[in-house]
């Protein structure tokens, strides 16, 4: 505890280091003094191909190197379908049903969702964005709600009313 208060947990973005292999990327956070991760699922499907360490494997090193999974991004299909043509450094790796069953075997808390194709009507999207939340829920998750400057959805006056 700080004399501030408690102290806050550390977490590395595994968007900031998206360059970096999984399997180093995590003993390398934990020898850092973080405390967790997030994973992105585009770096998972990278793992799984180039070093066949899949999501058991990295819940495991996880759970090895002692340090935790905040999060897991991002679910872009929970709307609609990826539009096609997107640039490959969009492609989340998973699908919705993927986030949602990767979430749970890294241990993660929360799934972050993105928008990404054309503007969906406001009480459409947040009819899909309950039953995201509800499906997340059934397996023990939140959801968040990310909304970065290159996706659709960018500005937090339509996240907050689609939320």
């Known amino acids: 505890m700080g004399q501030d208060g408690p102290r806050l947990p550390m977490v590395l973005c595994n968007v900031s280091v998206g360059d970096v292999p999984l399997r180093e990327m995590i003993p390398a956070a934990a020898e850092a003094g973080f405390d967790a991760v997030s994973i992105y699922g585009a770096a998972v499907r990278r793992s799984e191909r180039r070093d066949g360490v899949g999501p058991d494997r990295l819940a495991a090193l996880v759970r090895e190197h002692g340090i935790a999974v905040t999060e897991v991004e991002a679910v872009a299909d ?14 989340p790796g998973f699908d ?15 799934l972050v969702a993105v928008h990404f194709g054309p503007l969906p009507a406001i009480d459409a999207a947040a009819e899909q964005f309950a039953r995201l939340c509800d499906a997340a829920a059934a397996r023990g998750l939140q959801v968040a709600f990310e909304y970065p400057a290159m996706a659709t959805l960018a500005d937090v006056g339509t996240a907050w009313a689609i939320v």
């Not at 049903?97 to 993660?108: I, M």
């Open 78 to 91: 929970w709307f609609a379908p990826l539009p096609p043509g997107l640039p490959r450094w969009l492609d």
């Open 96 to 110: 919705e049903s993927g986030f949602l069953d990767l979430a749970v075997t890294v241990g993660a808390r929360t």
